[in-house]
Protein backbone atom coordinates (compact mmCIF):
# COMPACT_ATOMS: atom_id res chain seq x y z
CA UNK A 1 0.00 0.00 0.00
CA UNK A 2 1.30 3.45 -0.63
CA UNK A 3 1.39 5.50 2.13
CA UNK A 4 -0.29 8.96 2.07
CA UNK A 5 0.13 12.25 3.74
CA UNK A 6 -1.93 12.98 6.36
CA UNK A 7 -2.32 16.90 7.07
CA UNK A 8 -2.67 17.61 11.17
CA UNK A 9 -2.98 20.57 12.96
CA UNK A 10 -1.34 20.21 16.73
CA UNK A 11 -2.36 23.09 19.15
CA UNK A 12 -0.79 23.37 22.33
CA UNK A 13 0.89 25.50 24.95
CA UNK A 14 2.91 22.93 26.90
CA UNK A 15 6.70 22.44 24.81
CA UNK A 16 7.25 19.88 26.72
CA UNK A 17 4.55 17.94 24.99
CA UNK A 18 4.80 19.78 21.46
CA UNK A 19 8.21 18.25 21.80
CA UNK A 20 7.12 14.66 22.86
CA UNK A 21 4.40 14.43 20.07
CA UNK A 22 6.74 15.96 17.15
CA UNK A 23 9.39 13.14 18.08
CA UNK A 24 6.04 10.40 17.97
CA UNK A 25 4.99 11.81 14.65
CA UNK A 26 6.13 9.91 11.66
CA UNK A 27 6.76 12.32 9.40
CA UNK A 28 6.40 10.21 6.36
CA UNK A 29 3.03 10.09 6.94
CA UNK A 30 2.10 13.43 8.74
CA UNK A 31 2.60 16.70 7.42
CA UNK A 32 2.41 18.44 11.09
CA UNK A 33 2.12 21.93 11.77
CA UNK A 34 2.18 22.99 15.52
CA UNK A 35 0.14 25.88 17.11
CA UNK A 36 0.75 27.47 20.91
CA UNK A 37 -2.11 30.09 20.06
CA UNK A 38 -5.73 28.99 20.51
CA UNK A 39 -6.37 32.57 17.81
CA UNK A 40 -4.07 31.56 15.36
CA UNK A 41 -5.61 28.32 15.13
CA UNK A 42 -8.77 29.74 14.79
CA UNK A 43 -7.60 32.05 12.18
CA UNK A 44 -5.74 28.56 10.13
CA UNK A 45 -8.92 26.38 10.01
CA UNK A 46 -10.99 29.63 8.34
CA UNK A 47 -8.39 29.04 5.15
CA UNK A 48 -7.23 25.56 5.43
CA UNK A 49 -8.72 21.91 6.27
CA UNK A 50 -6.77 19.01 7.51
CA UNK A 51 -7.20 15.77 8.46
CA UNK A 52 -6.62 15.48 11.81
CA UNK A 53 -6.88 18.26 14.93
CA UNK A 54 -5.28 17.22 17.82
CA UNK A 55 -5.89 19.87 20.80
CA UNK A 56 -4.66 19.86 24.03
CA UNK A 57 -7.48 20.02 26.46
CA UNK A 58 -6.24 21.89 29.27
CA UNK A 59 -8.64 24.82 28.86
CA UNK A 60 -12.22 24.41 28.72
CA UNK A 61 -12.35 27.19 26.09
CA UNK A 62 -10.45 24.40 24.20
CA UNK A 63 -13.16 22.01 24.78
CA UNK A 64 -15.68 23.89 23.25
CA UNK A 65 -14.10 25.15 20.68
CA UNK A 66 -13.34 20.87 19.66
CA UNK A 67 -17.20 20.93 19.11
CA UNK A 68 -16.71 23.85 15.93
CA UNK A 69 -13.53 22.25 13.95
CA UNK A 70 -14.22 19.00 13.06
CA UNK A 71 -16.31 18.25 9.45
CA UNK A 72 -17.28 15.33 7.51
CA UNK A 73 -13.62 14.55 6.66
CA UNK A 74 -11.28 15.46 9.51
CA UNK A 75 -10.99 13.79 12.90
CA UNK A 76 -10.78 15.51 16.03
CA UNK A 77 -8.50 14.24 19.12
CA UNK A 78 -8.60 15.75 22.13
CA UNK A 79 -5.89 15.38 24.75
CA UNK A 80 -7.12 15.28 27.91
CA UNK A 81 -6.03 15.44 31.95
CA UNK A 82 -6.36 11.91 33.11
CA UNK A 83 -7.99 13.47 36.20
CA UNK A 84 -11.12 14.67 34.17
CA UNK A 85 -10.83 12.32 31.03
CA UNK A 86 -14.33 10.93 31.65
CA UNK A 87 -16.23 13.71 31.85
CA UNK A 88 -14.62 15.08 29.11
CA UNK A 89 -14.30 12.10 26.92
CA UNK A 90 -18.86 11.25 27.87
CA UNK A 91 -18.86 15.04 26.63
CA UNK A 92 -17.52 14.71 23.61
CA UNK A 93 -17.57 10.71 21.86
CA UNK A 94 -21.51 11.97 20.64
CA UNK A 95 -19.98 14.36 18.30
CA UNK A 96 -17.01 11.98 16.94
CA UNK A 97 -14.38 13.39 18.91
CA UNK A 98 -11.78 10.86 19.99
CA UNK A 99 -10.11 11.68 23.31
CA UNK A 100 -6.64 10.71 24.68
CA UNK A 101 -5.48 10.26 28.35
CA UNK A 102 -2.61 12.37 29.32
CA UNK A 103 0.12 11.81 30.04
CA UNK A 104 0.76 9.16 27.55
CA UNK A 105 3.67 6.77 26.59
CA UNK A 106 4.46 6.96 22.65
CA UNK A 107 3.38 3.24 22.24
CA UNK A 108 0.17 4.03 23.09
CA UNK A 109 0.17 7.47 21.36
CA UNK A 110 1.08 6.50 17.91
CA UNK A 111 -1.53 3.43 18.15
CA UNK A 112 -3.90 5.96 18.68
CA UNK A 113 -2.86 7.62 15.62
CA UNK A 114 -2.81 4.83 13.71
CA UNK A 115 -6.63 4.33 14.38
CA UNK A 116 -7.10 7.95 13.22
CA UNK A 117 -6.01 6.87 10.51
CA UNK A 118 -8.21 4.20 9.68
CA UNK A 119 -11.04 6.53 10.44
CA UNK A 120 -9.49 9.46 8.08
CA UNK A 121 -10.17 6.67 5.54
CA UNK A 122 -13.45 5.03 6.45
CA UNK A 123 -14.73 8.89 6.48
CA UNK A 124 -13.37 9.75 3.22
CA UNK A 125 -14.66 7.09 1.51
CA UNK A 126 -17.83 7.53 2.90
CA UNK A 127 -17.71 10.96 2.16
CA UNK A 128 -16.54 10.09 -1.65
CA UNK A 129 -19.97 7.29 -1.73
CA UNK A 130 -22.04 10.27 -0.84
CA UNK A 131 -20.98 12.47 -3.24
CA UNK A 132 -21.48 9.48 -5.82
CA UNK A 133 -24.83 8.90 -4.55
CA UNK A 134 -25.82 12.90 -4.45
CA UNK A 135 -24.81 13.28 -8.28
CA UNK A 136 -27.33 10.46 -9.04
CA UNK A 137 -29.80 11.61 -7.27
CA UNK A 138 -29.50 15.04 -9.20
CA UNK A 139 -29.26 12.92 -12.42
CA UNK A 140 -32.32 11.02 -11.81
CA UNK A 141 -34.14 14.07 -10.98
CA UNK A 142 -32.74 16.17 -13.87
CA UNK A 143 -33.93 13.21 -16.31
CA UNK A 144 -37.33 12.80 -14.48
CA UNK A 145 -38.03 16.12 -15.31
CA UNK A 146 -36.72 16.20 -18.85
CA UNK A 147 -39.11 12.93 -19.23
CA UNK A 148 -42.29 14.75 -18.04
CA UNK A 149 -41.30 17.91 -20.39
CA UNK A 150 -41.24 15.47 -23.28
CA UNK A 151 -44.45 13.99 -21.88
CA UNK A 152 -46.48 17.23 -21.66
CA UNK A 153 -44.68 19.00 -24.91
CA UNK A 154 -44.27 15.84 -27.39
CA UNK A 155 -47.05 13.96 -25.98
CA UNK A 156 -44.91 10.97 -25.17
CA UNK A 157 -45.37 8.03 -23.09
CA UNK A 158 -42.92 8.21 -20.08
CA UNK A 159 -41.46 4.65 -21.26
CA UNK A 160 -41.07 6.53 -25.10
CA UNK A 161 -39.60 9.64 -23.26
CA UNK A 162 -36.99 7.60 -21.35
CA UNK A 163 -35.96 5.56 -24.49
CA UNK A 164 -35.35 8.96 -26.37
CA UNK A 165 -33.49 10.50 -23.54
CA UNK A 166 -31.29 7.15 -23.51
CA UNK A 167 -30.66 7.01 -27.36
CA UNK A 168 -29.59 10.62 -27.82
CA UNK A 169 -26.97 10.04 -25.31
CA UNK A 170 -26.14 6.99 -26.78
CA UNK A 171 -25.62 8.44 -30.45
CA UNK A 172 -23.79 11.66 -29.25
CA UNK A 173 -21.85 9.90 -26.23
CA UNK A 174 -23.40 11.97 -24.07
CA UNK A 175 -24.41 11.59 -20.37
CA UNK A 176 -28.42 11.33 -19.77
CA UNK A 177 -28.24 14.24 -17.68
CA UNK A 178 -26.66 16.49 -20.14
CA UNK A 179 -29.40 15.46 -23.08
CA UNK A 180 -31.79 16.02 -19.97
CA UNK A 181 -30.39 19.61 -19.66
CA UNK A 182 -30.56 20.26 -23.18
CA UNK A 183 -34.37 19.06 -23.13
CA UNK A 184 -34.69 21.61 -20.15
CA UNK A 185 -33.66 24.25 -21.93
CA UNK A 186 -35.44 23.60 -24.96
CA UNK A 187 -38.71 23.12 -23.31
CA UNK A 188 -38.67 24.38 -19.93
Not at 72 to 99: A, H, K, M, Q, Y
Request: with cysteine.
Amino acid sequence: MLLNYYSILIYTKDEKLMSVIKSILPVQIFESEFYSDINAVKRNLSNRRYDVILLDAEDPEVIEFSFSVGDDSTVVVLLCPVSNFETVSERVEGDGIITLAKPFDSFRFYSIMKIVIAVVHKMQNINLKTIKLKEKMDEIRIVNRAKLLLVKNLSMTEQEAHRHIEKKAMDRCLKKSEIAEQIIRTYG
